[in-house]
């Protein structure tokens, strides 16, 4: 049973385009919010990360936004390049167990 | 960031061969380090977690015997992959935590053939 709930499976945008990932949980004793950026072949790679007492937090180009109320959260990509294109994991910690999302691949195109 | 090196990146086998998988933290110490399997385009699959001195906790479904799991000291976790067989063939994903946050190593490709 997957914990957290992510969309979409994919998505394509053109470049300088914002590209959003979102994800659902149900789990209201998780503590922490990774974002997690993966290309083929190689390991994932924290992002930028929120806890749940915080609304949105920003890291360069991306943006993390956070519904408690609504156990929802959301990965803006501002001003998309080529390079961004990979695949996105959202997850929530417990304990130092992380759940995954399904993940989303996301395509930037030039 | 932390760095967690995981070795080799990637390995060929036999069938019925073992390979071990190391996974090193290189400049923090890791009281819990984790194991992950993904496939193609699947998300990242939660094996085991390891903890230093005693023995991991599998998650359902993994099997204890087939895949062995040792964390010898804070910055070193070993999996195993016994008896290998070509449904074993994956990407494994060995990840370190330090206070909330988990650094991933590069993975591993084992392919067997």
């Known amino acids: 049973q997957q914990q957290v709930k992510q969309s979409p499976q994919s998505l394509i945008v053109q470049k300088g385009g914002i590209p959003i990932i979102n994800c659902a949980y149900e789990?209201?004793?998780?503590?922490?919010f990774p974002w997690y950026q993966q290309f083929p072949g190689k390991g994932p790679a924290l992002l930028i990360a929120i806890r749940p007492d915080v609304s949105e937090k920003k890291e360069g180009r991306f943006t993390i936004s956070f519904n408690k109320s609504a156990k929802q959260f959301s990965l803006h990509i501002m001003d998309s390049q080529p390079g961004d294109s990979a695949t996105y994991f959202c997850?929530?910690?417990?304990?130092?167990?992380?759940?995954f999302g399904a993940g989303t691949t996301v395509t930037v195109r030039a | 960031g932390a760095v967690v090196s995981q070795h080799p990146s990637w390995v060929i086998c036999k069938s019925g061969t073992s390979v071990k998988i190391e996974c090193r933290s290189l400049d923090f110490q890791a009281t819990t380090m984790f194991w992950y399997r993904q496939f193609p385009k699947q998300s990242l699959m939660l094996m085991a977690t390891s903890n230093e001195g005693s023995k991991a906790t599998y998650e359902q479904g993994v099997e204890k015997d087939k895949f062995l799991i040792n964390h010898a000291s804070l910055t070193l976790s070993t999996l195993t992959v016994t008896s290998a067989h070509p449904e074993d063939s994956s990407f494994y994903i060995c990840?370190?935590?330090?206070?909330?946050?988990?650094?991933f190593g590069q993975g591993t490709r084992l392919t067997v053939v």
């Open positions: 990840s370190a935590s330090s206070n909330t946050e988990a650094f």
């Open positions: 789990n209201t004793a998780f503590d922490y």
């Open positions: 997850a929530a910690n417990l304990g130092y167990k992380l759940s």
